[in-house]
T-cell receptor, first 114, second 110 residues
């Protein structure tokens, strides 16, 4: 079945460590996104990519990095520079072109910094 | 990009219609209104979207006012499984930006 796969589902990290969250899609979508969600809050955009080898910062990019070497993959690295990384991270994808494309989301990765 | 305003929470009796309002007074003429919902600790799920006309699908109906400054999502016969946070989103002029607010927590009660 087509969809978005995020891994790991749960991740624990010590302070000062970098961690990479995986996001893979088989929907043949050009655009991919990373969102962060804190308890009781909405989603905030971290990074997005409209095409392979290109990506743009969202509203809260500081302390995060991404790469887009393949169409299917958009990994997110949470670096030690991120001051408060404990959160729920959601990856999404969409088609590009036109105004009516919807977002498809993965099931999320919950990161806890110990 | 237009932002949206939604009530923090709403209650609905099971089997009754749930009407979720959204204000988007700064919406531009070519911006669509989208609705998503998120069940606890899962990824958001697309429900419906529209531009000017009312829309209906198997999940819900979307009513957009004539001036497009507000809209209402209608779940015609709410069930306990419809308990979730519902997000009203206006699709930004930057094609790839979806702005999610805090949404409305819908509690469907038996």
């Amino acid at each position: 079945d087509g969809g978005i796969t995020q891994s790991p589902k749960y991740l624990f990290r010590k302070e000062g460590q970098n961690v990479t969250l995986s996001c893979e899609q088989n929907l043949n979508h050009d655009a991919m996104y990373w969102y962060r969600q804190d308890p009781g809050q909405g989603l905030r955009l971290i990074y997005y990519s409209q095409i392979v080898n290109d990506f743009q910062k969202g509203d809260i990019a500081e302390g995060y990095s991404v790469s887009r070497e393949k169409k299917e993959s958009f990994p997110l690295t949470v670096t030690s520079a991120q001051k408060n990384p404990t959160a729920f991270y959601l990856c999404a994808s969409s088609i590009t072109g036109g105004l009516t494309g919807e977002l498809f989301f993965g099931e999320g990765s919950r990161l806890t910094v110990l | 990009d237009a932002k949206t305003t939604q009530p923090t929470s709403m209650d609905c009796a099971e089997g009754r219609a749930a009407n979720l309002p959204c204000n988007h007074s700064t919406i531009s003429g070519n911006e669509y209104v989208y609705w998503y919902r998120q069940i606890h600790s899962q990824g958001p799920q697309y429900i419906i979207h529209g531009l000017k006309n009312n829309e209906t699908n198997e999940m819900a109906s979307l009513i957009i006012t004539e001036d497009r400054k507000s809209s209402t999502l209608i779940l015609p016969h709410a069930t306990l499984r419809d308990t979730a946070v519902y997000y009203c989103i206006v699709r930004g002029l930057n094609f790839n930006k979806f702005y999610f607010g805090s949404g409305t927590k819908l509690n469907v009660k038996p």
